[in-house]
C-alpha cells in the first residue's frame, strides 16, 4: 500500500475510533469531563480504569461513528478546552501515580474562531512543556489520523506506537498540496512526500512500534492490551529522573546531527 | 467600469506604489521611499530605519530582519552569535526544497530562520533568539528548533534569562514529521529553563502562528507584542474556509489576543528596549 492508500485507511469509514479502544481494552472505565476553565470538549473523551488491574488514566481523540455522534464529537477536532482537559487527567495521573495511555485519531486541533479565541496554540503549547516533565509513564498509539500539533499535544510520550495504517504529519496533504501547488487535487504526491506512514516513522525514529492490523480488529485489542501492560510495568520500574531523561532525549535526538 | 474591476487581485501596496509613482516622481530613486501599508503616507526610507521603521503618521510597524532587530534591541556591539553556519538539507528528500532553501539564504543573507547568541540589554547580560521573517517565512524546521533548543540549553547551564522575538508561518512542511518533533524538542528545553528558575520573555511580532504558536512563543513567563501584529494557531485564510464565517474585525490581532488574555502587554518598537530592561532588572539576582 502507497501512503495515500494508507491515509484512505485511516481515515475509512468503520474503521474503530478511540471509544472501542477504549471499552475494549480498559475495564472499569469511568469518564470524567471538563477542563475546569470553560466547558468540556467532546472531541477528547479522558478517564481512569484499569489495564490488566493496573490503574491507568486513560486520553483518546473520539471521532464519532454515527453522523449524529460525528457531529457531537467536531470529528475529534479538539477545541482548548478539550486540550486542557487531558492535561487536567494528566496531572492528576502524575498526582496518583497513574501511568497515561493516549490514543490519538485527529484531523488535527480545530481550526475557528472560538478556538482561537480561547488560545488554541497556546493549549497545546502547554500540553506539549507540561508533558514533557509529566512524573509518570506516558504511552501514546495513533490508531488512525495523527494532525500536526493537534496529536502531538497527546504524543509527548515515552514510547509512540502506530497501527500499520495510521498516520502522522505536520500538516495534512491537502493542505500541504494547496500551499505547495496551489492545487488540492495534488493529495496523492503530497502523502508520498510528507513521509506520514507508520513505516517511515518507524525508519526515522519517530515511533517505536508498528501494530499490525488483522482483518478483525477485534483480535487486536487483547494483544494491545497486553503489550501495553508490560510496556506500562517496565516503565513504571524505572526511576523517575531515568524516564524523564530518556523523554527528553526521545525528542531532544530529531535535528541534533546538525 | 465598476464591474471590470470587481474581481480584481487587491494591488499588493509597495509594488503598486513602485509602479505607479515613477511618471510622478521621476527625480526621486525607488528604494528611496515607502508607502506606509496602513496609512498610505509616503516615507523615505532614512526617516524610517532612524524611527524604528515605525510609520510617524500611523504607528505602522514595517517587518525588519534579524539583524536590523538586534541593532535595536542588544547593547552596542554586545552581540556574539551562535551556530551562524548551521544550515538545513533536504532531509526528507521533498521537491524542490533545496532550490527554497537556496533562494532563502540568497534573500535573507542569512543561513537560517533564527539568529541566536548572547547580549546585554541595557547592561543586562542574556541568551537572545531573533527569528527571520525573510527566510521562508520563518518557518521551524530542524535547524530552527536545534538553534533555539541549543540557546535555551546554553542559558538552563549558565542560569541566563532569554529574550525572544518570534515571528513564524509555523512549522516548515517540506521537513516533514521532523518539523513538528521541534515543537516537542524546542517546548522541553523551555520547560528545563524555566524548572531552573529563570526568566523568558517573548516579543511576538507580525505574523507568528502555527507550531511557533504552539510551543515556544506561547510558553514565555512573560509574553509581549508588537501593535497590530498576526498572532494564531491557524491562519485566517484557513479559519474562513473551513467554518465558512466571516472573521471578526480584529481578529488575530495582537490587541484582540491581549484582550484575551494571552498576551501581558502591547509594546512599540521604540519602548521594547526600554521595557526589557527594566523586565531583566526586575529578575536580575540581588548582590
Excluded at chain 1, 509527548?156 to 498540496?177: F, K, Q, R, T
Amino acid at each position: 500500500m502507497d501512503a495515500y492508500e494508507r491515509l484512505k485507511a485511516a481515515r475509512a469509514k468503520g474503521r474503530p475510533t478511540g471509544l472501542s479502544y477504549i471499552n475494549n481494552i480498559f475495564t472499569d472505565f469511568t469518564e470524567m469531563h471538563g477542563d475546569r476553565r470553560y466547558g468540556d470538549d467532546k472531541a477528547i473523551v479522558a478517564g481512569i480504569g484499569r489495564l490488566c488491574g493496573m490503574p491507568v488514566t486513560v486520553i483518546a481523540h473520539e471521532k464519532g461513528v454515527t453522523t449524529k455522534e460525528k457531529v457531537r464529537r467536531n470529528f475529534g477536532a479538539a477545541h482548548p478546552e478539550g486540550y486542557r482537559k487531558a492535561l487536567r487527567q494528566m496531572k492528576l495521573a502524575e498526582k496518583f501515580k497513574r501511568p497515561v495511555v493516549c490514543f490519538v485519531d485527529t484531523a488535527g486541533a480545530y481550526c475557528g474562531i472560538g478556538a482561537e479565541e480561547r488560545g488554541e496554540g497556546q493549549a497545546i503549547a502547554e500540553n506539549l512543556m507540561e508533558m514533557m516533565t509529566l512524573k509518570t509513564p506516558v504511552v501514546s498509539v495513533f490508531i488512525g489520523e495523527g494532525g500536526s500539533g493537534g496529536a502531538l499535544a497527546l504524543a509527548v510520550a515515552d514510547e509512540v506506537w502506530m497501527l500499520e495504517n495510521a498516520v502522522y504529519s505536520v500538516i495534512s496533504p491537502e493542505g500541504c498540496a494547496s500551499i505547495l501547488w496551489k492545487d488540492s487535487s495534488k493529495v496523492k504526491e503530497a502523502a508520498q512526500c510528507l513521509k506520514m506512514t507508520a513505516q517511515d516513522l518507524l525508519y526515522m525514529g519517530v515511533v517505536e512500534r508498528v501494530i499490525k492490523e488483522p482483518e478483525d480488529f477485534g483480535t487486536l485489542y487483547p494483544q494491545l492490551q497486553k503489550d501495553l501492560f508490560d510496556k506500562l510495568l517496565s516503565l513504571k520500574q524505572k526511576d523517575v529522573r531515568c524516564l524523564l531523561e530518556n523523554r527528553y532525549g526521545r525528542f531532544r535526538k530529531f535535528g541534533d546531527e546538525h | 467600469m465598476l464591474t471590470k474591476n470587481l474581481f480584481k487581485k487587491p494591488n499588493n501596496t509597495l509594488e503598486w506604489y513602485d509602479k505607479h509613482t515613477q511618471a510622478t516622481l521621476p527625480d526621486i530613486p525607488d528604494d528611496m521611499c515607502v508607502s506606509c501599508p496602513d496609512c498610505k503616507a509616503i516615507l523615505l526610507k532614512g526617516d524610517l530605519n532612524e524611527r524604528y521603521s515605525v510609520c510617524p503618521k500611523c504607528g505602522h510597524h514595517f517587518r525588519i530582519n534579524a539583524r536590523q532587530r538586534i541593532g535595536i534591541i542588544a547593547d552596542g556591539d554586545s552581540f556574539t552569535e551562535f551556530d551562524a553556519d548551521m544550515r538545513s538539507s533536504n532531509i526528507i528528500k521533498f521537491p524542490n526544497y533545496d532550490k527554497k532553501l537556496w533562494h532563502a539564504r540568497l534573500e535573507s543573507s542569512e543561513n537560517e530562520g533564527v539568529v541566536c547568541g548572547t547580549a546585554s540589554i541595557g547592561g543586562f547580560k542574556c541568551c537572545l533568539f531573533v527569528m527571520s521573517a525573510n527566510f521562508m517565512m520563518g518557518s521551524m524546521g530542524t535547524v530552527v528548533g536545534e538553534k533555539i533548543t541549543r540557546l535555551f540549553e546554553y542559558a538552563t547551564e549558565n542560569s541566563m534569562p532569554v529574550v525572544g522575538f518570534t515571528v513564524s508561518g509555523g512549522a516548515r512542511m517540506q521537513e516533514g514529521i521532523l518539523s513538528l518533533m521541534q515543537m516537542a524538542k524546542t517546548s522541553g528545553a523551555v520547560k528545563r529553563h524555566s524548572d531552573a528558575g529563570n526568566l523568558y520573555t517573548a516579543v511576538l511580532t507580525d505574523p507568528t502562528t502555527g507550531g511557533v504558536t504552539a510551543s515556544f512563543a506561547m510558553e514565555a513567563d512573560i509574553i509581549l507584542a508588537e501593535p497590530n501584529a498576526l498572532v494564531g494557531f491557524a491562519g485566517p485564510r484557513v479559519i474562513e474556509q473551513t467554518t465558512h464565517q466571516k472573521l471578526p474585525a480584529g481578529f488575530q490581532h495582537a490587541e484582540l489576543v491581549f484582550e484575551k488574555g494571552f498576551i501581558d502587554d502591547i509594546v512599540s518598537r521604540d519602548k521594547q528596549k526600554e521595557y526589557i530592561t527594566n523586565i531583566l532588572s526586575l529578575h536580575a539576582a540581588e548582590d
